[in-house]
């Protein structure tokens, strides 16, 4: 497709459940970000990556929180043992160029609901 | 879809006036802003930025002005049309990171008929 591709759309995971977010980016950008976005509020910066390199994952709340993008394309945002604080959306966006955000392209985002 | 403005400031702006939305920025030494537009169950899309060495920037119906003396940010939006319902973010760039965003909390907008 043409932009950032997100799945599933919504996730309803029992608390404790794993679960896998995947992103996938426009082809060819170089720049990977997540992003978690409770409701009601703005996004909050989660881990970078610039092509398959974990450059920034200072944002990730916990080390529940697990990203990777192994081949610098596909991205996997993985969260363990799911809390109820977990709930929100996540948001991947991608950029053609190192970091630059004002190019940076969002994806619709997954709802996570941890019930 | 998503309720993403269920808690969040709004402004309701009859359709053709011109709507200010405006947000404090929390960093001094922020050097670059931006302004996002977010609709209900999407991501959120770049609407126009400005550099610290700016107090005005103006785009296709949209104008951002920046008060740095107060750490202020606004945007205006010009003949307000439906399609410009959607919660606003700003969002600032510290002068250490590249990559790095500080969102505000959002103002949603509201058109009415």
């Known amino acids: 497709g043409a932009g950032v591709s997100q799945s599933p759309r919504y996730k309803v995971a029992k608390r404790g459940q794993d679960v896998a977010l995947r992103c996938d980016p426009i082809?060819?950008?170089?720049?990977l970000f997540w992003y978690q976005q409770a409701l009601g509020q703005g996004p909050e910066f989660l881990t970078y990556f610039q092509n398959e390199a974990q450059l920034d994952k200072s944002g990730l709340p916990s080390d529940r929180f697990f990203a990777e993008r192994p081949e610098g394309s596909v991205s996997t945002l993985k969260i363990q043992r799911t809390q109820q604080e977990d709930s929100a959306v996540y948001l991947c966006?991608?950029?053609?160029?190192?970091?630059?955000?004002?190019?940076?392209?969002f994806g619709q985002g997954t709802r996570l609901t941890v019930v | 879809g998503e309720n993403v403005g269920l808690h969040l400031p709004t402004l309701s702006v009859q359709e053709g006036d011109n709507s200010i939305i405006n947000c404090a920025y929390s960093?001094?030494?922020?050097?670059?802003f931006i302004w996002y537009k977010q609709e209900s169950g999407k991501g959120p899309q770049f609407i126009i930025d400005i550099r610290s060495n700016m107090d005005k920037r103006q785009g296709q119906r949209v104008t951002v002005l920046l008060n740095k003396t107060v750490k202020h940010l606004s945007l205006q939006i010009a003949a307000t049309q439906p399609g410009d319902s959607a919660v606003y973010f700003c969002a600032e760039a510290p002068q250490d990171s590249n990559y790095q965003l500080i969102w505000g909390a959002g103002t949603k907008l509201i058109i009415k008929p």
């Open positions: 960093n001094s030494a922020s050097d670059y």
């Open positions: 966006a991608s950029s053609l160029y190192r970091g630059e955000y004002t190019e940076a392209f």
């Open positions: 082809s060819g950008h170089v720049s």
